[in-house]
C-alpha cells in the first residue's frame, strides 16, 4: 500500500479525488488532505505519505513552494502536481523540483489514478535501486569516502588542534566552521537477526543521507550510523538533528525487520569538542537496551523505534518519569490523559456495555476494576501508594455501588480518574510531563480553530516542531495528528449526542474545513457515518 495526501483550496476537488478513486483495491491508502499548503506541509511533516498530489496554484504557500519544501526535509515523497494553468514555466520550474507527473485540470478519476499507478511503480524501482547492497559496498571501498570517514572518525575520539582540523577538512572539500556541533548516532537492528535486511536498511539510509541538512554522515562499526551537525544556532542545530532522527526512523521502517535507536548528543561551542557529544550519544545507546519487539503495532506503525535526547536528559535529572514497560495501555493513556480523555475512555466503555445488552453489572464491573488497577499503578510509578490515598475504591462495595445503575457507573468512573489526573500533576514536574501536558490544554482549547497544527503547539509549547512531534509520539504512545482528530471526533460524537446541531454545522465546530472530509474521517475512525452515529445514540 502506498499513501496519498491532498492538497487544493477547492473543497470540491478535494471531495472529488477521495471519493471517486476506489483507494485500496487500487494499492493505495487515503493518508489526509488539506486546503493550503501551510497547513499541509506541517502534516505532512508527521504523515510522511509516500505520494503528494498537490495543486499548483493555491494562497499562502503554493503548490511549487509546498512541493520544493517537501523535498527538501523529505525527499523520498513523490510528488504529482495539479494545474489548470498550461504554461511552460509553470511545467519547468515543477521538473525543476523534481516531481513525479503534472496533471491538467479538468482531469478524470482515471487520470489521476493512472498517474498514481505510474508513480508507484517508480517508487518500487527505486526501492529496488536503493537496496542494492553492492552499492553501499562499493562507496564503502571508494578512498575519498574511506579518507574522509578515518577523518571523521578521529574527530569524535581524540582532540586535534584546530589548525589541523581546517586544513584536513579543506583538502576533503568539508566546510566544517560553525558556532554550534552536535552528534547523533543511530543503532539499526534487525529483530530477526537478519542480515540481509540489515545490509538493506544501511544502504537505504546511506542513499538518502546528502539529504539530511547538510549532516556528515558514515556508518561506524557493523550498525553504527553517525552524523555530524553544525549550525549557527542551537535552535537550527536541534530542528536539523531532531528531523534527520524523525528521517532515519521512517527510512528504517521501510525494512521489514528492522528497528533503530537513536541518541542525540550534548550541543558543544568548538569542533574540538565534538567527542563530548559523540561520547553523550554513546553512552545513551549502552545504557538503552537492544529492542526485541514485532515489527508493528496495532495500528501498522513501525514499533520500536526511539530517539532520546542527552540534552534532555541533563535538563531534567530530577523528572519523575514512568517506564513504559510493564505498563498497560490504560496506565499509557493517563499518563497524559486530559479532560476530554476522560470523557472518551467513558464513551468507550458505555459503548461496550450497549453492546452487550442485559449484561450491564458484569461489563461494568469488570471495566471499573481494570480502571481502579490501572490507576493503582500509575500512583505507585509516581511515587504514591492507592491503599493510603484513596483505599475505598479498593473495597467491594465501592465496585457494588457503583454498578448500581448507568448514572452512578459514568459518575464514578469520572471521579476516579479525576483523583489519578489530579495526583499525576502534582506529581510530574519535568519537562516531558509539562510539554504533554501543556500541549494537549492548548489543543482541548484550541481543536475548533482550523490552524491548529503540529506547528502552532509546538510554538506554544516553546519547541521546535520536530523536537514536540518525537516527544508526543514517544510518551503519548500516538501521534500528533492522530491525537488531533481524535480530540475532535470525541467532541463531534458528544455534538451529536447532546444537541439538535447539523452534521455540517459540526463539522466547522470541531475544525474541519470540509464537511464531505469530515464525514469521511468520522466514518473511518468510528464506523459509521455521522447520520448513523446520530441515529444509533438517538435509539
Known sequence: MYSVFLVDDEPIVLEGIRSKIDWENNGFTFAGEATDGEIALSMIHEIKPDILITDIKMPFMDGLELSKAVKNIQPWI?????????????????????????ILKPFTPDEILASLDKTAKEIDKERRQLSDISKLKEELKSNESLVKKEFL?????????VPLIMQKGKELKLDLIARFYKVLVSRIESTDKNDDEL??????????????????????????????????????????????????????GKVKSCTVTTAIGKTVERIQLLKDSYSDARKILEKTEAVHTD???DKGRTAGNRIISSDDIAENPGEVFIDAKDSDPLVDRLKYASKNDINAIIEESMALIRNNKGQF????????????????????????????????ILQRNFIDNAVSDEDS????????????????????????????LKAKKYI????????????TVAQAVCLSPNHFSTIFSQECKTTFIEYL???????????????????????????????????????????????????????
Not at 78 to 102: C, Q, V
Open 78 to 102: 513523490k510528488i504529482i502536481i495539479l494545474s489548470g494553468h498550461d504554461e511552460f514555466d509553470y511545467a519547468k520550474k515543477a521538473i525543476s523540483i523534481g516531481i513525479e507527473d503534472y
Open 199 to 252: 545490509q538493506e536498511a544501511k544502504s537505504l539510509l546511506n542513499s538518502y543521507s546528502d539529504a539530511w541538512n547538510g549532516a556528515l554522515s558514515f556508518f561506524h562499526h557493523s550498525n553504527l550510523l553517525v552524523c555530524i551537525f553544525k549550525g549557527n544556532t542551537q535552535q537550527e542545530l536541534d530542528e536539523n538533528a531532531f528531523h534527520t532522527a524523525e528521517n532515519i526512523s521512517h527510512i528504517t
Open 295 to 297: 515489527k508493528t503495532d
Open 153 to 161: 572518525n578521529e574527530l569524535l575520539h581524540t582532540s586535534l588542534d
Open 409 to 436: 457507573f459514568k459518575n464514578t468512573m469520572n471521579q476516579v480518574m479525576a483523583f489519578a489526573l489530579d495526583f499525576r500533576n502534582s506529581k510530574m514536574t519535568g519537562k516531558y510531563g509539562d510539554v504533554i
Open 361 to 392: 453489572n458484569v461489563f461494568a464491573s469488570y471495566l471499573l476494576v481494570d480502571l481502579i488497577m490501572a490507576v493503582s499503578k500509575l500512583v505507585e510509578k509516581l511515587g504514591g501508594d492507592i491503599k493510603e490515598l484513596k483505599p475505598e
Open 485 to 539: 482528530t481524535n480530540v475532535r471526533m470525541e467532541n463531534a460524537k458528544r455534538l451529536m449526542r447532546e444537541t439538535d446541531m447539523k452534521g455540517y454545522d459540526i463539522a466547522y465546530e470541531c475544525g474541519f474545513s470540509d464537511p464531505h472530509y469530515f464525514s469521511y474521517i468520522f466514518k473511518k475512525n468510528t464506523g459509521l457515518s455521522p447520520r448513523e452515529y446520530k441515529l444509533s445514540v438517538e435509539k
Open 444 to 455: 482541548e482549547e484550541n481543536y475548533a480553530d482550523q490552524n491548529t497544527t503540529l506547528t
